[in-house]
């Protein structure tokens, strides 16, 4: 089973996204802030990673990505935006990202998780690439 790492600070949605992971047959880990989800993305058992671009904290936003594609640089990374335009989605683009607008349905996010990190490949030891 894959696990997948929810980074947010609405802990509403890390619940729905926990459930959703679940239901899906992916194993989910938790972190309500940047500096916890850095600290979850170094274990080397996390495939995917989905976090949310606009947090409060030490660690949020575009500088949250850049330091998450620093730690995991073959690491599948999707983020949720409720504000999918401006000059922190363009930088993000450009570090490889995928995105996702919120509010988001299961079938979005399902199908995104199963192009990212396919249930049969997830086991593998080998770095997943983003096309």
Sequence with gaps: MATVLAIDDELAILKYLKMILAELGYDARIACNGLDGCNEAKNPDVK???????????????????????????????????????????????????????????????????????LDAASDSKPIALK
């Design 48 to 118: 995917l990673i989905i976090s949310d671009l606009n947090m409060a904290g030490e660690i949020s936003g575009i500088n949250l990505v850049k330091k998450l594609r620093a730690l995991r640089p073959d690491c599948p990374i999707i983020i949720l935006t409720g504000y999918p335009t401006g000059e922190r989605l363009k930088e993000a683009e450009e570090l490889n990202v995928e995105f996702l607008t919120k509010p988001f349905e299961m079938p979005f996010l399902a199908t995104l998780l199963k192009r990212l990190l396919p």
